[in-house]
């Protein structure tokens, strides 16, 4: 829970950074609408699909819906610390009445390919935590570990805004589970930027 606190702490107080934030320069190579720079600082808003294998003692491949936050401090054209916030809830789960809610956050860096055309593809690496919430047998809270790589593409659309056009990861937790206690989970997401 104390994790958790942290993670939130940490990405609110980055906010007033980005809002007071200057654009980047790229000599010549940015992706924006409003000349050659980017912005300091982007928030992303974004709908979650996780396919996930969490159940206690069973293989368990099913999906769970959610969405997720994301706060992107760009230090120069290239490289940016991320803070990701994400939230996953199954229901019924492989047919049973089990309902499983995690949470992941979620800090790393992203290494962005900036070119001469709108689409902008990136990979990243974040590591930090989970919580799983999940009334299977009774009401279990957990926490572990939980680490996350992969890449997406963006596009602007307008001067502050820019959207998701996919972004795929592969999410690793280890939650206990009683089967390996390791989940192996692919997360896919598309949303919304809002560029300070």
């Known amino acids: 829970m104390y994790l958790i606190k942290a993670a939130l702490l940490i990405l609110f107080a980055a906010v007033p ?3 007071h934030a200057q654009a980047v320069p790229t000599g010549g190579t940015g992706y924006g609408l409003e000349g050659d720079s980017i912005p300091r600082a982007e928030a992303g808003f974004n709908y ?27 230090v120069n054209p290239t490289w940016a610390g991320v803070a990701d916030l994400a939230v996953g809830h199954a229901a019924n ?30 990979g990243q690496v974040l590591f930090g935590g989970a919580k799983e919430d999940v009334n299977f047998q009774f ?15 963006t596009r602007p659309i307008r001067n502050h805004f820019a959207v998701t056009v996919v972004e795929v990861d592969y999410v690793y937790t280890r939650i206990p ?20």
């Open 17 to 19: 950074l980005g809002l």
């Open 93 to 122: 789960v492989d047919g049973t009445s089990q309902v499983i809610t995690i949470i992941n956050y979620l800090f790393g860096a992203r290494y962005t390919k900036r070119n001469h055309t709108r689409w902008v593809p990136y």
């Open 48 to 74: 979650n699909y996780i396919r996930a294998n969490a159940p206690p003692g069973q293989c368990g491949c099913f999906g769970f819906n959610g969405g997720s936050a994301s706060f992107t401090y760009n």
């Open 139 to 153: 009401t279990i809270n957990r926490q572990s570990l939980s680490l996350m790589g992969g890449g997406g593409v």
């Open 177 to 196: 589970n009683a089967r390996g206690n390791s989940q192996n989970n692919t997360r896919v997401l598309t949303g919304i930027i809002y560029r300070f």
